[in-house]
């Protein structure tokens, strides 16, 4: 279920990024699909190594969590890469921004879903401070 949460969140960031052409939108959906295959990796790896030792694995296969962390962290560092070389080209590349940016029609719309998130999410905090 967390798994499925966050590849949808990867795909609305992906399609924010589309339409902004955001660095910022960029680098958090980048850091989306790396949580994404660290999560399939890591699931992967724990089935793995609770594997019972074999005639192959004399020790078991608890090593597979190593190689797992590994190439986590050759993720993230490959990740990282990317956004440093997006953030340079970038800063010596103008960018167009889209028309529709520049207008401000659509500014009511998330203010407008902040106050409906902040009022729905006020009447537990209500509820539980006048139980007290």
């Known amino acids: 279920m967390v798994i499925l949460a966050a590849i949808i969140l990867f795909i609305i960031k992906i399609i924010a990024w589309f339409l902004t052409s955001s660095l910022a939108i960029l680098t958090d959906a980048m850091e989306s699909i790396v949580n994404i295959v660290a999560a399939f990796l ?16 004399p020790y078991g296969h608890g090593k597979v969590e190593f190689l797992s962390a590994g190439v986590e962290g050759s993720l993230v560092i490959m990740a990282g890469f990317y ?12 960018i167009r921004l889209p028309n529709w940016i520049s207008e401000f029609s659509w500014l009511p719309l998330p203010l407008l879903s902040i106050l409906l998130l902040a009022k729905f999410l006020s009447r537990p905090v209500k509820e539980i401070i006048h139980c007290n």
């Open 83 to 94: 956004i440093i070389y997006k953030a340079v080209q970038s800063f010596f590349i103008l």
């Open 42 to 57: 890591g699931f992967y790896s724990l089935n793995l190594s609770a594997k019972p030792k074999d005639a192959d694995h």
